[in-house]
């Protein structure tokens, strides 16, 4: 699949995460065979005021690319700022979120509630195409409720504007993260368009995302939190069945947490990623707590059993 002048080499993508697809998942993600890895949503207005907390969202390495960064507001020339400053940095791919449900972000005209507004979400994409040096995607999801899906028009608007592909969650705002997803509306969005679309929703297995493009036509599959723990997600065989076949993966993780999070919330990540690892495991509640109960890195390691007691 191309998106503008970018080649993937292979059909599966980390979708953004926030809170989750930082620079250290995103570069495990990669080693185990995501073909692009997109970084979590990054504030407008925290990058054209140069807030620290946003800039430190943009950290990098060269060893995860191809990359996307996601852009999230909903002023034009806000947005058009922020992809100006976003093109010195190193990069492949700028995407614009019209498709997070979360509430807060939602009061304030973004994400989601942009599906509601066909003719400012088409300003602000052509506002960050005019200032972005690199391709342009966006993701939405397929409307605001069952009664309204509006995804194959949004995406045509989308194109129009000048999006270089489209993703689209295949849930509605009022299902959030719930229900089942309607791959038909992915479906319905690829024979709207005539650029890329990457077709996200319940995908918790290489399988899976085989089979969503199989049955939609759809050019790529993004794995958001079917990915949490599973970093196999991307690979045909998938994920190992016993703690020793996941061991590698999850201490490379936490060598590459202690080497890119700052050391603030390097524990809480660790945890909260760490034990997701667990998932399916006989002990697993138990291995879980000592986790959570641990004060160090190392502590975290000590949780888990030697494979000689644990296999």
């Given at each position: 699949?191309?998106?503008?002048?970018?080649?993937?080499?292979?059909?599966?993508?980390?979708?953004?995460?926030?809170?989750?697809?930082?620079?250290?998942?995103?570069?495990?993600?990669?080693?185990?065979?995501?073909?692009?890895?997109?970084?979590?949503?990054?504030?407008?207005?925290?990058?054209?005021?140069?807030?620290?907390?946003?800039?430190?969202?943009?950290?990098?390495?060269?060893a995860?690319?191809?990359?996307a960064?996601?852009?999230?507001?909903?002023e034009?020339?806000?947005?058009?700022?922020?992809?100006?400053l976003?093109?010195?940095?190193?990069?492949?791919?700028?995407?614009?979120?019209?498709?997070?449900?979360?509430?807060k972000?939602?009061?304030?005209?973004?994400?989601?509630?942009?599906?509601?507004?066909?003719?400012?979400?088409?300003?602000?994409i052509?506002?960050?195409?005019?200032?972005?040096?690199?391709?342009?995607?966006?993701?939405?999801?397929?409307?605001?409720?069952?009664?309204?899906?509006?995804?194959?028009?949004?995406?045509?608007?989308?194109?129009?504007?000048g999006?270089?592909a489209?993703?689209?969650?295949?849930?509605?705002?009022?299902?959030?993260?719930?229900?089942?997803?309607?791959?038909?509306?992915?479906a319905?969005?690829?024979?709207?368009?005539?650029?890329?679309?990457?077709?996200?929703?319940?995908?918790?297995?290489?399988?899976?995302?085989?089979?969503?493009?199989?049955?939609?036509?759809?050019?790529?599959?993004?794995?958001?939190?079917?990915?949490?723990?599973?970093?196999?997600?991307?690979?045909?065989?998938?994920?190992?069945?016993?703690?020793?076949?996941?061991?590698?993966?999850?201490?490379?993780?936490?060598?590459?947490?202690?080497?890119?999070?700052?050391?603030?919330?390097?524990l809480?990540?660790?945890?909260?990623?760490?034990?997701?690892?667990?998932?399916?495991?006989?002990?697993?509640?138990?291995?879980?707590?000592?986790?959570?109960?641990?004060?160090?890195?190392?502590?975290?390691?000590?949780?888990?059993?030697?494979?000689?007691?644990?296999?």
């Amino acid at each position: 699949m191309h998106i503008g002048p970018l080649k993937l080499t292979g059909p599966g993508i980390l979708a953004p995460l926030a809170g989750y697809t930082d620079l250290a998942f995103r570069l495990l993600c990669r080693r185990e065979g995501a073909a692009m890895c997109f970084s979590e949503m990054i504030s407008c207005h925290g990058l054209v005021y140069g807030q620290k907390k946003t800039l430190e969202l943009l950290a990098s390495d060269p060893a995860e690319r191809p990359v996307a960064f996601q852009l999230f507001g909903n002023e034009p020339g806000i947005m058009g700022e922020a992809a100006d400053l976003l093109n010195p940095h190193p990069m492949d791919a700028l995407d614009i979120n019209m498709g997070c449900p979360v509430r807060k972000v939602i009061r304030k005209g973004s994400g989601s509630a942009l599906m509601k507004d066909f003719d400012r979400a088409s300003a602000i994409i052509q506002a960050v195409c005019r200032n972005s040096r690199h391709p342009v995607t966006v993701k939405f999801r397929s409307g605001w409720n069952s009664g309204q899906v509006v995804a194959p028009e949004f995406a045509r608007m989308a194109e129009e504007s000048g999006a270089a592909a489209v993703t689209i969650h295949a849930r509605s705002w009022a299902q959030g993260f719930g229900g089942k997803a309607d791959w038909e509306v992915i479906a319905r969005v690829k024979d709207a368009v005539s650029v890329p679309v990457i077709g996200n929703g319940d995908i918790l297995s290489h399988g899976d995302g085989i089979r969503m493009m199989a049955q939609t036509g759809c050019d790529a599959f993004m794995v958001g939190r079917g990915s949490l723990g599973n970093p196999w997600v991307f690979q045909e065989q998938g994920r190992p069945a016993t703690l020793s076949g996941r061991r590698g993966v999850i201490l490379a993780h936490l060598e590459l947490m202690e080497r890119y999070i700052p050391p603030r919330k390097l524990l809480f990540k660790a945890k909260n990623h760490i034990s997701r690892y667990l998932s399916g495991l006989p002990g697993a509640t138990r291995i879980r707590g000592n986790i959570m109960a641990a004060t160090t890195m190392d502590e975290i390691r000590s949780a888990l059993p030697p494979s000689s007691l644990y296999p």
